[in-house]
């Protein structure tokens, strides 16, 4: 799998926040976006995950290749979480709501309503989705959130074998996963100028002069 990213330019509620764009990730490598809160991270990601159109530029591989992990966990509240992860196996066509149960440490939760897990085991199910689809291309928006430091562990040995199986990741994240392969992207030199018409309160850097 070999992701390239070319010129690409992307906007929130209309505004071009991060423009040109470009970088390369092929099967087994991770690459961390970093940069200010409001520089575009969630934008880009969104992006290239096909949720939202590309401004310009080009993206190699199509959302059909990517699985996406976001703030929100999109569980299903009233089903448990083998019957979360088999819905989910359906979906994406796959046998590997077991495994993701075994990976993410799931089996002593599994027959628990969604909506009765602690909003850590809540993000564990959440990410679980992600080893249920199969997708090549995992797409991480700050996936550790309310995760404490076993459970990060944990899913740090999860895109590691991910990565291990040639499959690859990008994401934001501020907590350092320990991923000793992976590189780091600075969005600032990307940031978009600030465009005629866009609110001050749009900018994240409004007010900043050094
Ligand atoms: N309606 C809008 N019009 C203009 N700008 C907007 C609008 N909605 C959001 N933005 C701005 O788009 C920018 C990009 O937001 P985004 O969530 O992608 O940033 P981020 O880098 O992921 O931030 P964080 O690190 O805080 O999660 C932000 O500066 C935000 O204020």
Redesign the pocket.
Known sequence: MDLTVTNLACA????T?LERVSFGLSGGAALILR??????????LRTVAGLQPAVAGEISMPPEAVAYAAHADGLKATLTVAENLAFWAAIYGTDRAPHAIQRMNLAALADRQAQNLSAGQKRRLGLARLLVTGRPLWVL??PTVSLDAASVALFAEAVRAHLAEGGAALM?THIDLGLAEAEVLDLAPYRAETPAG??PA???FAGVTA
């Open positions: 929130r509620g209309g505004v926040v940069g200010p809160n409001g520089i575009g991270k969630t934008t880009l928006d700050e934001a866009a609110e749009d900018d994240p």
